[in-house]
């Protein structure tokens, strides 16, 4: 939960890859009194789309990652507090693909776009990002 005295909240969204970062944002937040939010999980890209790994034996944990990346969409247009969101993802580890019936032309790139549309598009109705 961030501070009452924090002049910013930054969210740090994403794989092990975004997760890396936070030393970092951890640094420039404590010189410039900003809190650091942090969702990340690994081999977790946030996308629309289900991301695969050639050595998963079942489709649980592509499931389970999805889901991960719809709660944290939705945990971050709840949050009026969060001023900056940054992702970062090994994005071209994994194969994609469409996590709906109505597949996609291109679920590694499509998946994306349609997560981070829906949060820029949150953020203009002034809810959360």
Not at 20 to 43: C, G, H, M, R
Not at 82 to 95: M, Q
Not at 105 to 129: E, Y
Request: a negative charge; one cysteine or more; aromatic letters at 8%.
């Amino acid at each position: 939960m961030p501070s009452a005295t924090a002049k910013k909240t930054i969210a740090l969204v994403g794989d092990s890859h975004a997760a890396a970062w936070f030393p970092a944002l951890e640094e420039i937040a404590q010189k410039n009194q900003w809190d650091v939010i942090t969702y990340a999980k690994a081999s977790c890209p946030v996308t629309d789309a289900l991301r695969i790994l050639d050595n998963e034996a079942t489709d649980e944990d592509q499931r389970s990652c999805h889901q991960w990346g719809q709660n944290v969409r939705d945990l971050l247009i709840a949050d009026p507090s969060i001023d900056t969101v940054f992702t970062a993802s090994y994005s071209s580890a994994y194969t994609y693909k469409s996590a709906t019936p109505s597949a996609t032309a291109n679920p590694a790139v499509d998946g994306f776009i349609s997560m981070w549309s829906v949060l820029a598009k949150s953020r203009q109705k002034g809810c959360g990002l």
